[in-house]
């Protein structure tokens, strides 16, 4: 089955950390570019961050500029989401999403997605 899991979501303090992982099930995350996407209970998804298929290229909300960074492992297959100094603000659901990029386009993140995940709950609270 093709799918994309997340874990690593949990009850944090505020300015905590967390660690968030992508994996892939039954295909290559290599040849995808991932975005992570948040929703907070009564709001509009959010997109955090995305990165492109090689990795050469991140970027930030900049709501979590600074406190986020993405990383991708091609060995592991998989796409993780390091968190610190985490904010209540941040509390949502977080899910991940892959997105064939067409080389012609010019774009290094994806616009449309062939895989999401269905998320991993992130609390920052005292």
């Known amino acids: 089955q093709l799918q994309l899991v997340e874990s690593g979501g949990g009850l944090v303090q505020p300015g905590g950390s967390l660690r968030l992982s992508c994996a892939a099930s039954g295909f290559t995350l290599n040849d995808y570019a991932i975005t992570w996407f948040r929703q907070a209970p009564g709001k509009e998804r959010e997109e955090v961050s995305c990165?492109?298929?090689?990795?050469?290229?991140?970027n930030y909300a900049d709501s979590v500029k600074g406190r986020i960074t993405i990383s991708r492992d091609s060995a592991k297959n998989a796409v993780y989401l390091q968190m610190n100094n985490l904010k209540a603000e941040d509390t949502g659901l977080y899910y991940c999403a892959a997105g064939l990029v067409a080389p012609e386009s010019g774009a290094l993140c994806a616009f449309e997605y062939q895989y999401w995940g269905l998320g991993t709950q992130v609390t920052v609270s005292s």
């Open positions: 990165i492109s298929t090689n990795g050469g290229y991140t």
